[in-house]
Each structure stands twice: as structure tokens, then as C-alpha cells.
């Protein structure tokens, strides 16, 4: 497919940003390239776009950063980086396979950028002259690509890193508990037997069900969640196994409501999260 300074640090790693625009819905950026002074002009103009922008500075640290991070686009200086490996080892994880890439070229007709779109990867030459409109095609990647359990996922993957500084106790998933409880998306944090031990105001907003009831039941109790999330999949989930997909939740009123779902067991002992997104 094809389409037609600020001294900051140009390390690899999460860039700072000043300014932030409701409109970028807190996206993330991923920028690919050896090149210090392209990383650092490319983060510039994302930076002021209101994205969060992450910058690697190879393959291997690419991969690394978009596990950890789920950016929601990669974008590649194709002229010095081998987008094909990249894309291969991207498309190889089930967390990141679904991560739109965009790769910047000097040529279009360079057998690379025709190589790239022969893979399906969106190429685009851009220049000094018209590069604020790398922008709008990032964004219109975004839009084509599912987002709602990169989201989750990402969120959960914040808070098991966050686990890691908490004491592995009873204080320390009290401090977790109370986190958790101030987050505006939909979690729950269920113990080795699926009972409710922490719940997120997000969660009490989609179920309908106030914290204090929610910490009295079970996800086992289908007038609590039903349908496909109850019995088998929790089990599994339960038993140490991750889960993105779309289920069906059952709210206080009784009514059957479709969710994106995300899960990670075992971020402390006995400490299991899953997030909610309506579909």
C-alpha cells in the first residue's frame, strides 16, 4: 500500500511530551531507526500531535518495546532498518501480530519500500515539506485497527509492572487493592477461588453493581457474569493462563452486555486481574 529542533534527549526509551490533545486518545507511537536526528525530528512532530511517542533504535529493542508496551503503530525508517525481519518477528507474537506498521522512505521505488507493500505494509514518502502529515496517516492506520484489547491488555500490563514494586503480602496487595479501586477502565482483581477482592470504579460503572457488592461475590455466579466468562474460561484463566477476546457479562439489571476482555493471572500470589471494555 502506498501513500503519498527541540534539544531534547534522543536516547531510546519514552519521550517526554509538553503538550497533550484530548484527540490522540492517548495513543502510542512506536519509532523505529538507528538515527539519532530522525528519531528526534519524528518524536517531535508526534510529541506535539498529543501522542505518546517510544523510540528504538533497532529490531531487537523494537520488539522488546512494543511487547512491553503495545504501541498502537509502529512506524519504521525503512531506509536503514529491515522492516521484513521486524514484521516478521511482530507477527510472530499474538500480543503484538495485530500492530499496524508504517514505514518511511525516501524512494517509492526502491526495491524495499516495494517489497514492504508486497507485505502489506503501508510505505510513505515524506519529506521536511509535508512531514505534519505523517500524522493524519498514522491516524488513519489507528482507526482501521482494532484497538479495545491492546488497551486492556496494555493497562494490565502497567499494573503487573507496578505489582512488582508492592511487597508480596497482605500490605502489599492492600496498597495494590486501593490502586486499583481509583481506575476509570473496568477491573476486577479475583483471588484463587474467583472471589472479588479488588474492583475498579470502571467496574462498577459497566456492571452496575457498587463496590461493596462486588467484593461479596464470585465470578463464578452466573447473575454475576455469565454466559462464555463463567465456568470454563475463568477456570483457565485461573490456572495461570492469559485471555484477550470478546465475552459476555450479565449487569445488575439483568441484562446481557458485550465486552472486550483481557486477562493476566498471578501478579501477585493469589492476586489475578481482568479488565472490561464494552464491545
Known amino acids: 500500500m502506498e501513500r503519498g529542533q527541540d534539544k531534547r534527549s534522543t536516547r531510546p526509551g519514552r519521550r517526554g511530551s509538553d503538550r497533550r490533545s484530548p484527540a490522540a486518545d492517548n495513543r502510542r507511537v512506536l519509532l523505529v531507526g538507528p538515527d539519532e536526528a530522525w528519531r528526534l525530528l519524528h518524536a517531535y512532530v508526534f510529541e506535539e500531535a498529543g ?18 508496551l503495545l504501541p498502537d503503530a509502529v512506524v519504521v525508517d525503512l531506509d536503514v532498518t529491515d522492516i521484513a525481519d521486524l514484521a516478521a518477528r511482530l507477527s510472530g507474537q499474538s500480543s503484538t ?16 519500500a516495494q517489497d514492504a507493500r508486497n507485505a502489506g505494509i503501508v510505505t510513505v514518502m515524506v519529506d521536511a515539506a509535508n512531514i505534519d502529515l505523517l500524522v493524519d496517516e498514522v491516524d488513519t492506520l489507528i482507526a482501521a485497527a482494532p484497538r479495545a ?15 512488582r ?16 479501586d481509583h481506575l476509570q477502565v473496568a477491573i476486577l482483581a479475583v483471588d484463587e ?27 463464578f455466579e452466573t447473575e454475576f457474569l455469565g454466559g462464555p466468562m463463567s465456568d470454563a474460561r475463568w477456570q483457565g484463566f485461573l490456572a495461570n493462563r492469559q485471555f484477550t477476546g470478546t465475552a459476555t457479562i450479565r449487569n445488575r439489571a439483568g441484562e446481557q452486555v458485550t465486552v472486550h476482555a483481557a486477562g493476566v493471572a ?5 492476586f489475578h486481574l481482568a479488565a472490561f471494555a464494552a464491545a
Open 266 to 270: 498471578e501478579i501477585m500470589p493469589g
Open 51 to 68: 501522542y505518546a511517542v517510544y523510540a528504538a533504535a533497532d529490531d531487537l529493542q523494537a520488539v522488546a518495546f512494543a511487547t512491553r
Open 193 to 219: 477461588q474467583g472471589r472479588c477482592i479488588a474492583a475498579s470504579d470502571g467496574a462498577t460503572t459497566l456492571t452496575g453493581y457498587s463496590r461493596g457488592q462486588l467484593l461479596t461475590t464470585s465470578v
Open 149 to 163: 484489547q491492546r488497551s486492556l491488555r496494555r493497562r494490565l500490563l502497567d499494573l503487573q509492572e507496578l505489582a
Open 97 to 112: 501480530r495485530d500492530i499496524p506498521l508504517l514505514a518511511l522512505t525516501t524512494s517509492l521505488d526502491g526495491v524495499d
Open 165 to 180: 514494586y508492592y511487597t508480596p503480602d497482605a500490605e502489599g496487595q492492600a496498597s495494590l487493592r486501593k490502586l486499583i
